[in-house]
């Protein structure tokens, strides 16, 4: 095997030296072509390519078992090679579970020399021992930007905004790493995030609940990135978080691009204690949805799309007296015709005309710089065809504040 390196497009380098700060990386010189850097770049300035040099092999011990690798290569790479079976979307207990790759959401940790970490991002080394069986280890991630919110996610119930006390609504953390590749995505410098300490549930329940006693607030959210990719932790998070907060007027609010929200994910969290929700459906059609999340694997992208709608579905069905469902749509005429937007409503229609929808206009970030922000009047127009179809709860995000 030859080794890989990556290569920086002077041209388009802006020096904003996100790659530096967010990412974990061993350096330039020892690239192990994780792909991190290459996902996080705003400019889409960099790109791998095979050098002429044959890699060395190393020893490794993997579950005991001592195995020869190649070096500057991933642990995920080598776990790979050696026959494990890897996925991005949830199956069996066994295999390991790399949605993100990106080195945040922590689903594809494993013990190395002893310590969790994420193998999808840590380059393997001469001596390493390797540990997959990861049960009993209590589950880690990146999780940061604790903060007081004023309006909330989707799935925040939009008529309490004028009665929240001192001008917050709730409390949020951000979650790093996502199943999503999104030009446009708003929260990229915490989705990529790869370089700062994880932490367990339990302290990030301890830190959530920190702030809402600061803020005053009942409501606390977790948000990302993708809040789900990592179940374990996730579902710990939430129990924690209600254990912290015992009172009935606390509510836990979790938001999602229902990705891979099955619906025994969805009980789980529901008997945890999560009271709120905000799946974000990116299109109906499956070439607006890899269109937005630039997701090249087809079959992939086909059981993302329709694991989230069917969440929905399901929400709707089994938890409508328990759970506040609040659903996200992108909108940017860029990506999403009228059409598709009034087949959305339609649908939600025949399932719920009074779930809340709020539209996300979907301006210049990230990698979507040339994209033009929907006017105002876009998103009336919007708002009209989703009431045009039966809704009756459609919020609309605009440059001056939200429509309702
Ligand atoms: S898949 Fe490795 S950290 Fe998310």
């Known amino acids: 095997m030859k080794y890989l390196e990556v290569m920086i497009d002077e041209q388009r380098c802006n020096k904003c030296n996100y790659c530096q700060?967010?990412?974990?990386?061993?350096?330039?010189?020892?690239?192990?072509?994780?792909?991190?850097?290459?996902?996080?770049?705003?400019?889409?300035?960099?790109?791998?390519?095979y050098t002429d040099q044959e890699s060395n092999r190393i020893s490794c011990s993997v579950n005991g078992l001592e195995v020869q690798i190649s070096e500057r290569r991933t642990v995920l790479h080598a776990l790979d090679?050696?026959?494990?079976?890897?996925?991005?979307?949830?199956?069996?207990?066994?295999?390991?579970?790399?949605?993100?790759?990106?080195?945040g959401c922590y689903s594809c940790a494993v013990l190395i020399n002893g310590q969790l970490r994420p193998s999808c991002i840590t380059p393997v080394h001469e001596g390493m021992v390797i540990n997959t069986q990861i049960r009993n280890q209590p589950p880690l991630r990146i999780v940061t930007g604790f903060q007081g919110h004023h309006v909330?996610?989707?799935?925040?119930?939009?008529?309490?905004?004028?009665?929240?006390?001192?001008?917050?609504?709730?409390?949020?953390?951000?979650?790093?790493?996502?199943?999503?590749?999104?030009?446009?995505?708003q929260n990229w410098q915490i989705t990529y995030l790869s370089h700062v300490q994880p932490l367990s549930p339990v302290a990030t329940a301890h830190k959530l609940t920190e702030k809402r006693k600061q803020y005053q607030v009942d409501r606390m959210a977790i948000s990302g990135g993708e809040s789900t990719l990592n179940r374990r932790w996730l579902v710990q998070f939430v129990k924690q978080l209600k254990k912290l907060n015992p009172d009935k007027s606390a509510r836990i609010h979790v938001d999602t691009n229902a990705a891979i929200l099955t619906p025994d994910y969805i009980d789980e969290l529901v008997e945890a204690g999560m009271t709120d929700i905000g799946p974000d459906l990116k299109g109906i059609s499956l070439d607006t949805f890899t269109i937005i999340t630039n997701q090249k694997n087809e079959e992939l992208a086909e059981k993302y799309l329709t694991t989230s709608w069917n969440a929905v579905k399901y929400i709707l069905d089994q938890y409508s007296d328990k759970v506040f469902l609040g659903v996200g749509i992108p909108y940017n005429s860029a990506f999403m015709s009228l059409d598709e937007v009034n087949e959305i409503g339609s649908r939600l229609v025949e399932w719920d005309s009074c779930v809340q929808v709020t539209v996300l206009d979907y301006r210049?970030?990230?990698?979507?710089?040339?994209?033009?922000?929907?006017?105002?009047?876009?998103?009336?127009?919007v708002k009209n065809v989703l009431e045009g179809t039966g809704l009756e709860k459609v919020i609309c995000q605009t440059s001056g504040g939200y429509i309702r």
């Not at 967010?22 to 300035?45: F, M, R, S």
């Not at 210049?364 to 127009?381: G, I, N, T, W």
């Open 21 to 49: 700060v967010a990412i974990d990386c061993p350096g330039v010189q020892l690239c192990t072509g994780c792909d991190a850097c290459i996902d996080a770049c705003p400019q889409e300035a960099r790109k791998l390519k």
């Open 81 to 103: 090679k050696l026959g494990f079976e890897i996925t991005q979307y949830p199956a069996k207990e066994d295999a390991i579970f790399a949605p993100c790759r990106t080195g």
């Open 152 to 185: 909330g996610g989707v799935g925040t119930p939009k008529d309490l905004v004028s009665r929240a006390p001192l001008g917050y609504l709730e409390v949020a953390c951000f979650s790093s790493g996502c199943t999503h590749r999104c030009s446009t995505c």
């Open 364 to 381: 210049p970030e990230f990698r979507a710089r040339a994209v033009v922000r929907p006017s105002y009047k876009e998103m009336l127009q």
